[in-house]
């Protein structure tokens, strides 16, 4: 395998120091995933603020989500005027962090850094440990409350570096005037990916000229989510012990085969992929409008961040477990990762920002504000009042909160690399989409080559001492 690296690794180089700028604020030198000391000096390390020089208070929220910050900020505001917030609202999805870290790369970062379980490796070296922080003021934070595991998984080395606002499990949407109309039952939580694709099928209508009319499912090809599932709930991973890629494999190979089974292949008849179910990135159909346009049934391995966009639109949805592999009966091992913020380490507001932490963290007692958020909480207690009530009775859109919270227990969080994001969506995904484009004609030379030019990458990037 060294071999087949270390001759391709000299073609990924123009690449690689392009992706070395991308990466700039969170890696360190060759050979290191980050030049943080896990071992922390904590007498060093300013806990009060005592060295502040602003009462600004700097931080990125998702526009998507004004509806729901902004009244807390004002609300946050009224209750300690001797703070200022100022909130930069930035582009959905991956816009928000973008724009951070430009601000971090250019020496001006937000005092609140967005983050997460997945970014942990990359952020911890510019982050404040909240360790000292938390045991001060454990009672306004109740640390107990947060679901298990989750203050571990923002934990690295001895510092705890965030607090979590929500988190990602992937799940099924369905929209159920659809269902309805079909005459389909909803789906379960005993369905099979069979069962999916099957009503898939049922839901996806055409015209007498061929054009889309109705789309069982929406895929998702400019991520991961939909084969990332197939393949944990099949047994497999994408990386091994040791940090490199391993997708191609029989797990790896079987999950992109079903993957393209149902997108089908551009520019090729429905006819050569006859369980083709799905309408991706604004083709084949996709001025139909995608899930949010009402004309599409499911979104198969959805993130829990747009329940609040299709909660916020005119759709009758709810929410179901992802169907189970047919090869291991489970769905053990679907993903799950959690949005969190900390505190950036050089903040002129260490204060300030750590009382506008808790006061976005704490625990709410308020169903409509549950219900206004729309997304899952990582509290028990706010857990528990929102499953308390009958599910027809709930504030929220979507009804099924046990598809999510069950989720949970049976979820795995992504692998805790410093460069999962940046190799996945560099060098994994683009070569999975040329199965779709019709580049390549199997998943094996999908999964070779993805494989293949990850690996030269990484060992090329995080493998070599200079």
């Given at each position: 395998m060294l071999k087949k690296l270390v001759a391709i690794v000299l073609s990924i180089c123009c690449l690689a120091s392009t992706s070395m700028l991308l990466s700039a604020c969170g890696g360190g030198a060759q050979g290191q995933t980050n030049t943080y000391e896990d071992v922390i000096d904590w007498d060093k390390i300013d806990w009060e603020g005592k060295n502040d020089s602003s009462n600004t208070i700097l931080v990125y929220f998702s526009n998507d989500m004004q509806d729901y910050y902004a009244p807390k900020i004002e609300a946050f505001e009224d209750a300690y005027p001797q703070y200022d917030v100022e909130v930069r609202w930035g582009a959905a999805g991956d816009g928000v962090k973008q724009e951070q870290t430009s601000a971090i790369s250019t020496g001006n970062p937000p005092d609140l850094i967005l983050g997460g379980d997945v970014h942990i490796e990359n952020q911890k070296g510019f982050l404040l440990p909240l360790n000292k922080l938390i045991e001060r003021d454990a009672q306004q934070v109740q640390s107990e409350d947060f679901l298990d595991g989750m203050l571990d998984s923002l934990s690295s080395g001895e510092g705890l570096y965030y607090l979590p606002t929500t988190f990602n499990v992937s799940v099924l949407l369905y929209n159920k005037d659809l269902f309805d109309q079909a005459g389909q039952a909803y789906p379960t939580e005993d369905w099979t990916f069979e069962d999916f694709v099957a009503a898939g099928k049922a839901l996806t209508k055409y015209d007498s000229s061929g054009a889309a009319q109705q789309w069982g499912n929406q895929t998702v090809t400019e991520w991961w989510t939909q084969w990332y599932s197939m393949l944990r709930m099949d047994g497999g991973s994408l990386y091994d012990d040791e940090g490199y890629v391993t997708l191609n494999t029989e797990e790896g190979i079987r999950a992109l085969t079903n993957w393209r089974r149902i997108t089908g292949v551009q520019g090729q008849t429905n006819a050569q992929y006859p369980d083709k179910i799905g309408t991706h990135n604004g083709s084949d159909g996709g001025n139909l409008g995608n899930f949010?346009?009402?004309?599409?049934?499911?979104?198969?391995s959805v993130a829990c961040g747009q329940l609040m966009t299709f909660s916020n639109s005119n759709l009758n949805f709810d929410v179901a477990p992802l169907p189970k592999s047919a090869l291991t009966d489970s769905r053990a091992g679907i993903e799950m990762s959690i949005t969190a913020y900390g505190i950036h380490k050089n903040s002129k507001n260490k204060k300030g920002a750590w009382e506008l932490l808790k006061w976005l963290t704490a625990p709410r007692t308020d169903l409509e504000e549950l219900a206004e958020f729309a997304m899952p909480t990582p509290r028990k207690s706010e857990r528990d009042m929102q499953l308390a009530v009958p599910k027809e009775e709930r504030a929220t859109k979507y009804k099924n909160l046990e598809a999510i919270y069950d989720s949970v227990s049976i979820a795995a969080s992504l692998p805790r690399l410093s460069y999962f994001e940046e190799v996945t969506m560099q060098y994994?995904?683009?070569?999975?989409?040329?199965?779709?484009?019709?580049?390549?004609?199997?998943?094996?030379?999908?999964?070779?080559?993805?494989?293949?030019n990850a690996n030269a990458y990484i060992m090329y990037r995080y493998k070599t001492e200079f």
């Open positions: 949010a346009g009402g004309k599409v049934a499911m979104l198969y994994i995904v683009p070569e999975v989409n040329k199965l779709i484009d019709g580049t390549y004609s199997t998943a094996e030379q999908a999964a070779k080559a993805a494989e293949e």
